[in-house]
């Protein structure tokens, strides 16, 4: 069973790559899930949130998105448990798993689909543990 109350945010300027992605959260029990079109708009978001977002799914081909600025990121931002990257490569981050208080970063090759979304969840959802 899904916890509902899980916050997901995606990053995404490709409005139906974002939708599709959102659906398949949705499809899985997911329901506080939330897109944004920029790098900038989701470095604003992560900077001044209140709640931490639980997953940060994020297309690493998204303009600004940088190796430095995931870096920072990660560094620097509490409010973030987990980012899964897709749809580039982004040298230097780090490989599943959390460093301290950093965030697990898991990256996938392509666009994610319902089973990397379910093997994803297992690690972020506490009730699928």
Do not use: H, W
């Amino acid at each position: 069973m899904a916890t509902p109350y899980l916050r997901i945010l995606i990053v995404d300027d490709q409005l139906l790559q974002s939708v599709y992605i959102e659906k398949l959260f949705n499809s899985n029990g997911y329901y506080r899930v939330a897109p944004v079109a920029s790098f900038n708009e989701f470095l604003l978001l992560a900077s001044q949130a209140i709640d931490k977002f639980d997953l940060v799914v994020l297309n690493g081909a998204i303009k600004g998105c940088t190796p430095a600025r995931l870096e920072e990121v990660q560094q620097n931002c509490s409010s973030i448990g987990y980012i899964l990257i897709y749809g580039a490569r982004i040298a230097g981050t780090a490989n599943s798993g959390t460093v301290g208080e950093r965030q697990a970063v898991i990256e996938l090759s392509g666009v994610p689909g319902i089973e990397s979304i379910k093997t994803v969840m297992q690690s972020v959802d506490p009730r699928k543990n």
